[in-house]
């Protein structure tokens, strides 16, 4: 008989809708008798499923309600595949599975039915094509004897589209019972045992995490999922979750421990949706990074992936991440009492404290006590003379960590001052906190200098060496000394006589400045110096000249005072011109005025005038828009820096820094230009942020950030707007 390759699916499930005699499912549960006699005589079978009974040893009568009741008792024949179930998958590719159809179990005395007419059929509903899993097929046969062999191939390669549904199908095996076709032998009860056939798809899609950046606390950490670049046509959800890290660490770092208000359960999950090759490629999703208020090394944590789908593989490479956490916290100090007063021959005490409420230790997971840098003090200025007016300790005892974590108060001795048995007057001492080397501990600019006063109690007696002194006119000059009682000065000191008419007349008129020294603002616009006549009157009108040394001869003059006669102190004022010439950041400019004698006039002290003018130009720095909104296409971006106020006579360093949000760096932007150079009498800079055209349709907007992170040198006339600017990447797919 020729065998012929059919697809009997509808004929079979026609056969099998009503009851066949002779003809059972392996499933159906029948009683099962153990001789012929008990099927009429004994009641008591035990209820099993068909092809159990027929495996029940010494017995295998069978009695069903679909059998006829000639048929209630007899041989039991089990008809079916040598295999039951088989799964294939992925890893079988290209393999040949073989299967025969046979008689896989009688009963005693059971007779022959391999030469019966069988029909081998597949069961099922075929919504996907078969050709997309199997690359040699077997539909079905009609006509068959046993055993009867066939076999499938499983691709050798996909197609390139992944999470096609799995594909599930069964073999059945029925006997024939048209008209002319041999009929069952009498007696017979054939079980029926089929193949169940399970094929997923052959291609795979993988997923991972991509490596991270580093964070900042207080802000969001975006951790990017990549899919693999095929197209796949079920949804799959991946979720990432934090973990503890409990590998080895550098020197500086530590794991996100107890202290940092990390919940380890927490996870975040998005759903990769059937898409083309080049679609949707990545996705991301979002963790806070608290902020504990805790001084502490870099710390890191782990991201793990995870998938809800069995079909789709995690990149074992990329099924972890670590991510590492910046400190933001920081301990500020500072001085605690800025003014100290003491005596001669006392010692200063001054504390430095912690200003701020942040812990350490590493007890809580923070920075470690015996890694904190050691704090130094410098003497800075003031009008005392390091060793001959006090002796400076720049030694300070090491910050240590109190019971409650944060940084005990520091009291040390730095100045101890001299008694010198020296007229001098009170002197000042300033001294400064010098920055610490490291980021952990910052000290205050406005609690960074603290000055120590000494009270010079040192005094003496002057007087004149006599107090008559008698002399002929016109007989030479008499030696008027002064003589100092009860002490020493400690510098060369200027005592003015002055002589005060009585019947003898002063004749000799001297000129001044007012003051020795002033200082001017900029922006104060031209300043009046003043040049006082005294001493005398003057029998004739008399010019002094003002002028500026620079070095030459002449000067710069600044013009001419004239005095008049007939009065004893006379006041005079010229200008002294002063440019505001919008210029900041100068340094002070020092200038030196000098008195010309053009008449006959003596000069008195101070015969000169220091006269220093302060750079009082306040200039803006700020990024030019606190809102850069661009799409994909544009391909790069100017962010620029914008002075105001003025213009700089020198060049400063401005350093930028770009933070990650929903915008991942090299995914979405580019950015190269951490520091840039303002030249000199330019009012602005700028640097290019490039963005990614990744060709990947996402959220309508990716953000990410711009700010002003530290600019060089500092001045307190320069005023920086440290605001983060945002930049908004329009989608454009």
């Excluded at 294939?88 to 009963?107: E, M, N, Q």
């Excluded at 999703?285 to 789709?312: G, Y």
């Excluded at 812990?359 to 923070?366: L, N």
């Excluded at 200025?381 to 400076?392: E, F, K, Q, R, V």
Aim: net charge negative; charged share 20%.
């Amino acid at each position: 008989m020729a065998l012929v390759l059919l697809d009997l699916f509808p004929f079979f499930l026609l056969l099998l809708a009503a009851p066949v005699q002779g003809q059972l499912q392996e499933g159906v549960t029948v009683q099962c008798y153990s001789s012929a006699a008990d099927c009429t005589s004994n009641t008591n079978g035990v209820s099993l499923a068909a092809i159990d009974c027929c495996n029940r040893t010494g017995g295998g009568y069978i009695s069903h309600s679909s059998l006829a009741a000639a048929q209630q008792c007899g041989a039991c024949v089990v008809v079916g595949f040598d295999q039951s179930c088989v799964h294939i998958g992925p890893s079988d590719a290209g393999r040949r599975y073989s299967f025969t159809a046979d008689v896989l179990l009688s009963t005693p005395g059971a007779p022959d039915v391999t030469d019966l007419d069988y029909v081998i059929s597949r069961e099922s509903a075929m919504l996907v094509d078969v050709a997309d899993y199997l690359s040699s097929d077997f539909a079905g046969r009609t006509n068959s004897f046993l055993p009867e062999r066939f076999s499938i191939r499983y691709l050798s390669q996909g197609n390139a589209v992944a999470l096609q549904p799995t594909l599930s199908f069964d073999y059945l095996i029925a006997v024939e019972t048209d008209p002319g076709d041999p009929a069952i032998p009498s007696g017979v009860v054939l079980v029926y045992r089929r193949l169940s056939i399970t094929i997923e798809d052959i291609d795979i899609i993988t997923v991972g995490l991509e490596p991270p950046s580093v964070f900042l606390e207080g802000i969001n950490a975006v951790a990017v999922i990549g899919r693999q670049v095929i197209t796949y046509e079920s949804p799959f959800e991946v979720t990432v979750s934090l973990e503890r890290y409990t590998g080895p660490l550098s020197h500086d770092e530590a794991a996100v421990g107890d202290f940092d208000l990390f919940d380890f359960t927490e996870q975040r999950s998005v759903v990769f949706h059937p898409a083309t090759a080049i679609d949707q490629c990545f996705e991301h999703v979002t963790f806070f990074m608290p902020r504990d208020n805790i001084v502490e090394l870099q710390e890191v944590f782990r991201w793990r992936l995870s998938v809800n789908d069995s079909r789709v593989r995690l990149d074992p490479d990329k099924t972890t991440q670590i991510v590492r956490v910046d400190n933001q916290d920081v301990f500020s100090i500072g001085f605690k009492s800025l003014n100290v007063t003491i005596r001669e021959g006392e010692v200063a005490s001054l504390t430095i404290k912690q200003i701020g409420d942040e812990k350490g230790g590493i007890d809580i997971g923070g920075f470690p006590e015996s890694r904190i840098y050691s704090v130094q003090v410098k003497h800075k200025s003031g009008t005392a003379t390091n060793g001959s007016d006090y002796s400076l300790n720049s030694v300070v005892p090491r910050l240590t960590y109190s019971v409650n974590n944060a940084l005990n108060d520091i009291p040390f001795t730095p100045i101890t001052s001299i008694d010198d048995n020296i007229i001098e007057g009170n002197e000042t001492i300033r001294v400064i906190i010098l920055p610490v080397g490291d980021n952990v501990v910052q000290v205050r600019r406005d609690r960074q200098t603290a000055t120590i006063t000494i009270i010079d109690d040192d005094t003496g007696v002057l007087s004149l060496e006599r107090g008559t002194y008698d002399m002929i006119e016109n007989e030479g000059t008499v030696e008027i000394c002064a003589v100092l009682t009860g002490g020493v000065l400690s510098t060369d000191t200027e005592i003015i006589l002055q002589a005060r008419d009585n019947t003898a007349r002063f004749r000799k008129a001297e000129v001044r400045f007012a003051i020795g020294q002033a200082t001017f603002s900029e922006g104060g616009g031209n300043q009046s110096i003043t040049v006082i006549l005294g001493g005398g009157q003057l029998s004739q009108e008399q010019t002094m000249e003002v002028y500026i040394d620079n070095g030459t001869s002449n000067g710069i003059s600044l013009g001419f005072v004239t005095f008049g006669t007939g009065v004893l102190t006379q006041n005079r004022s010229i200008s002294f011109p002063v440019v505001d010439n919008n210029i900041a950041l100068e340094p002070d400019k020092h200038y030196l005025l000098r008195l010309r004698n053009i008449g006959n006039i003596g000069l008195g002290n101070p015969g000169t005038m220091n006269v220093t003018v302060e750079d009082d130009d306040v200039i803006n720095l700020f990024l030019e828009r606190g809102l850069y909104d661009v799409t994909e296409n544009q391909t790069s971006v100017e962010i620029c820096v914008v002075l105001t106020g003025g213009i700089l006579s020198t060049p400063i360093n401005i350093y930028l820094f770009d933070s990650q949000l929903t915008a991942k760096y090299q995914f979405d932007y580019i950015f190269f230009n951490f520091h840039v150079i303002l030249p000199p009498y330019k009012n602005s800079t700028c640097v290019t942020l490039y963005i990614v055209n990744d060709n990947i349709k996402e959220t309508l907007y990716e953000v990410m950030y711009m700010y002003i992170f530290r600019v060089i040198p500092s001045n307190k006339n320069l005023h920086v707007d440290y605001t983060w600017s945002t930049v908004r990447i329009q989608d454009d797919e």
